[in-house]
């Protein structure tokens, strides 16, 4: 209403202006005439009147310009506002106050499957993926509630029930008063990033032929099994493993079916142990296996002969019958050391005894070997 009553005066404002000019039209022509009003009108306390009511429709009409260029402004922020919902990368949902969808943009639904009538009124909730606990979820809310903000990695599930990671910032928009009007979620789907990072992880971590844990993942795991074995008061058997034969396939058959032989024996050796347990590569034809949580040289003496017993069935590969024996050395934690370095190097050294006792067998460290008291 205010507006209208302004446009009103503005209007009348112009009216008189426009009337002022033809009157003032009027006067130039009659001032080049003598006339008896000429003095009158030229007087200045008469001309002020007319003067001013000039000036203020000069005003009123440049007030009239102002406010249209105004409006065409805000016209343009709107429609630039539009644009860049409709086509920014980043998913966007809008709701109230209450949580209860606003509207979507395209990214939203690429990203989803839902699309914006599909959403409009129904909280975001429905994205759950049941990955999150209750905890979780309050957490989020006691963060906006009291910054005004939120972000962080979350599950979420599409439409087809798919579920995937997605990195989600939401946003409490605040009126001059201070109380929330809207909530603004953005969000990226950063399943490829995860993947990404999954596969330096598993180069980082990971032997690449056999799948198994490598030297590195298995000295991280080992040093926190000597942390727990410490806290429990328990034991922890390292065994140290190398095939027997190995080299006479890999040179008679080729690397192909070496490598064949190679994911085999790390099949076997999963086999064998707990999923609680680790079996590593170190490196060609070495194995590396953490048992935690044992009663010691009993338990690892029954890994042992299983591994032995599973490996002694011959390799069937590309139509090969092959048989590879495997020499075993084992040594316990804490009694005989208690870091990583110290571990593997006794097991090494009782594999190695374990060979040079006629092959495919397994020995416990002793102190013996330390000393070279054994030959």
């Not at 009216?15 to 005439?33: H, K, N, P, R, V």
């Not at 406010?67 to 109230?96: C, M, P, W, Y």
């Not at 495997?326 to 060979?355: C, F, H, W």
Request: glycine share 8%; net charge positive.
């Amino acid at each position: 209403m205010a507006g209208k009553g302004i446009k009103f005066y503005i209007l009348i404002g112009l009216g008189i202006g426009l009337g002022f000019w033809i009157i003032d039209s009027g006067i130039q022509a009659f001032l080049f005439q003598e006339s008896p009003l000429r003095e009158e009108i030229l007087n200045p306390s008469a001309r002020s009147l007319y003067t001013r009511l000039v000036i203020i429709s000069l005003l009123l009409t440049l007030c009239l310009r102002i406010e249209a260029t105004k409006k065409n402004g805000h016209t343009k922020r709107q429609r630039l506002s539009t644009t860049l919902f409709e086509s920014v990368a980043e998913a966007i949902v809008i709701t109230d106050s209450d949580r209860n969808i606003l509207t979507v943009n395209p990214a939203f639904t690429e990203v989803t499957g839902y699309t914006t009538n599909e959403v409009i009124g129904k909280n975001p909730s429905i994205l759950q993926s049941g990955k999150h606990d209750e905890s979780f979820y309050k957490a989020m809310s006691d963060t906006i509630n009291k910054t005004g903000h939120w972000q962080g990695e979350i599950w979420n599930r599409r439409k087809n029930g798919e579920v995937y990671p997605e990195w989600l910032s939401i946003s409490a928009v605040k009126d001059e008063r201070g109380n929330v009007v809207r909530y603004a979620g953005i969000f990226n789907d950063i399943t490829k990033r995860k993947q990404d990072e999954a596969r330096v992880q598993s180069l980082a971590h990971y032997d690449q032929l056999t799948g198994l844990a490598n030297r590195v993942l298995f000295t991280e795991r080992l040093s926190e099994a000597i942390k727990q074995a410490r806290r429990k008061t328990s034991h922890i058997a390292v065994l140290f493993l190398d095939l027997d034969g190995f080299k006479s396939i890999n040179d008679t058959y080729g690397h192909l079916v070496g490598d064949e032989v190679l994911k085999e024996t790390a099949n076997r050796l999963l086999s064998c142990v707990r999923e609680t347990d680790t079996v590593a590569r170190s490196g060609g034809d070495e194995f590396l296996i953490i048992l935690s949580n044992t009663t010691g040289r009993k338990d690892g003496a029954i890994a042992a002969k299983k591994i032995i017993r599973t490996l002694s069935h011959p390799f069937n590969i590309e139509g090969h019958n092959l048989s590879v024996g495997i020499s075993i050395g084992i040594t316990i934690a804490p009694r005989d050391g208690k870091e990583v370095t110290l571990l593997v190097k006794n097991a090494d050294q009782a594999m190695y005894q374990a060979k040079n006792a006629g092959r495919n067998t397994f020995l416990f460290f002793s102190k013996e070997f330390d000393n070279g008291l054994v030959a």
